[in-house]
Nanobody, 125 residues
């Protein structure tokens, strides 16, 4: 069983930075992926960034060049460094763990992910 716990959210002014963390207890790094998603009130869930076990990454166009996904496999922790934050980035941010042995490329397809955290709120003023 995989347990995901996000932290690091908060209130920040436009242009500022935040670093989100996700403790991924029980996540298998065997050909697997982790990802960050976000959902703002009244909007659909949006994929933000994904990382494969070997470190290959994919970032959504909306955050490319501003956000960076990374992982520390020794600490079982996923990160999202967010720079140049905009009011449009305001959302609940969730980390997700995928299906071991099935991640060919980092993906933002939510159907691939079977474990989800409770989320951490990011508000940009």
């Amino acid at each position: 069983h995989v347990q995901l716990v996000e932290s690091g959210g908060g209130l920040v002014q436009a242009g500022g930075s935040l670093r989100l963390s996700c403790s991924a207890t029980g996540h298998s790094y065997s050909s697997n992926c982790l990802a960050w998603f976000r959902q703002a009130p009244g909007k659909e869930r949006e994929g933000v960034a994904s990382i494969r076990s070997d470190g290959m990454t994919f970032h959504a166009d909306s955050v490319q060049g501003r956000f960076t996904i990374s992982q520390d496999t020794a600490k079982n922790t996923l990160y999202l460094q967010m720079n140049g934050l905009r009011p449009g980035d305001t959302a609940m941010y969730y980390c997700a763990s995928g299906r071991s042995g099935h991640c060919r490329f980092p993906t933002l397809d939510p159907d691939f992910y079977i474990y989800w955290g409770q989320g951490t709120q990011v508000t940009v003023s």
